[in-house]
């Protein structure tokens, strides 16, 4: 390895990300995560993918809606102005189930029913709020057309 300029942006930008660490962002965002989880479970027929709690990302919910396909309930969470993704982040440019999700037990058909709704220190509990309110409606309108059952 040759030596060289050290990589001053990087190091810049890890001191800020370290100072907004400290200020309890990821206990707000946490608690967020949290409160949206709970919400999502109590629609049927819906699992969480991955650890609970501590053991989770702070920012990461990452839902399958069995029998509904994540596109479709993404599509409908967009006409809300709801931004998500479906599968996992380290396959959000392929058709294919998501590696992750199959490495975790999950089968292609619940991996194709995931839908991942990111969180960040800007995000609101109105917003979380308004996410638990329009959710149930879409997951019972798709589950009615859905040819899964």
Partial sequence: MRSGTENIPGIVGFAQSVKLAKLGYLKQI????????????KIPNTKLNGAKG????????????MNIEGEAIGGYLDAYGIASSTGSACSSHSLE????????????IQANSSLRLSLS???TEEEVDKVLEVLPKIAEKLRKISPFK
């Fill in 54 to 65: 501590e053991r989770r990302l702070c920012n990461n919910v990452n839902i399958s809606f």
């Fill in 97 to 108: 189930p998501s590696h992750v999700l199959k490495a975790i037990g999950l089968s292609d």
């Fill in 121 to 123: 220190r800007e995000n």
């Fill in 30 to 41: 946490e608690k967020l995560r949290d409160k949206l989880i709970e919400g999502i479970l």
